[in-house]
């Protein structure tokens, strides 16, 4: 009887043991085609709209395109550039493109043609560990977004800062992911200030977002570009708002 | 029949069952995102496109376990490479569009040759 006790406490620390292990599980990422890890992406340059500091893009709108928890994009830009890693347990792995004739592999990724490519995760012997493919699509078109909108215009006060954010997207409409340099400028000097996001360390003049400050009453237009694609949008100051 | 005629098929069929027969078995083991042929003696796949198949060493239409090594001919145009912990598992890539053969080896002996064909995916693109 005292034997069959022992038995049953050794079985039961047992159990207690298993469940207390810790359990490996890194949900950020996506799962390669071979399910053997995680490719993750990082943004490495600026302009690149999975990685935005303001609320001025609605990220809800695009989460299934670019991705959350550092998944990888449905799409990215033509020469947009972005890097991947993999992680899998234990196992280290470097990721690098199948087309090395035109996926340039310096500081990140930046494919130079459209199409689907292949990036693979390879171990130190040279084995695959895994693989995963990103489509690349030209930038077609350029939005303009301010507090989670695309607005027509945008209206602020003398004194006032508005974050915006322009957005590329494809022929299709799908946002496309990958940093890549804007020109933001405005019609009338003097009347807005264009600067880089406040607080963000990695926000310059060339991002995809800035912060317009009103400085004098009035009507003008913002254009913003990226290569050979812009977009414009009427901005009006109104008189600074008296608290 | 003549006695020569006797000798010839006699020869021939001495002749044919000393011969090896060497191929593959190659098997899709993940689902490539556009199309991908893979026979026992050609492969054709889209430049950037990756795909995962099991390729098993055949000897007179015997599976054999021989560990078999692909090693293409030209270097650049198809990847070629066993996956991690993969039971006879390799995965091709497109790396460039172009021809090229592909050597195949049963234990480190070549016993045959495989054509690849890596294509241009802008070709018939919309």
Redesign the interface.
Known sequence: MERRHEVWTALALAFVAAGCEPIEHDPTGSVGDLGAGRFKYDCVATGDAVCNATMAVDENETALALGVAREVPLVVAVGGRFDLSFSSSGETAFVEAARQDVVSGQGGFIIAEPGLHAFLARAASGEVADFIHVEARRVAELEVWAQGAVPNSVSLAVGERLAVAALPRDGLGAPLAGGGSYDWSASTLGQVDIEPVQGSITSTLRDDEVELVGLVEGTLTVTVTRGDVSVEIPVTVTPEVMP | MSRWAVLAAGLLAFATGCSTEHSLECTLV??P??SVLLADDLIEI?????V?ARIVAIEDDARRPDRVRLIPQRV?II?V?????GDREF?L????PGRTEVDVFFDGEKVLELEAVVTD??IG?P
């Open positions: 993940s689902d995102p556009q889209p430049a950037g496109v990756a995962a650049g990847g490479e066993e996956i991690v912990d995965t890539w497109g790396m460039e995916p802008r693109a």
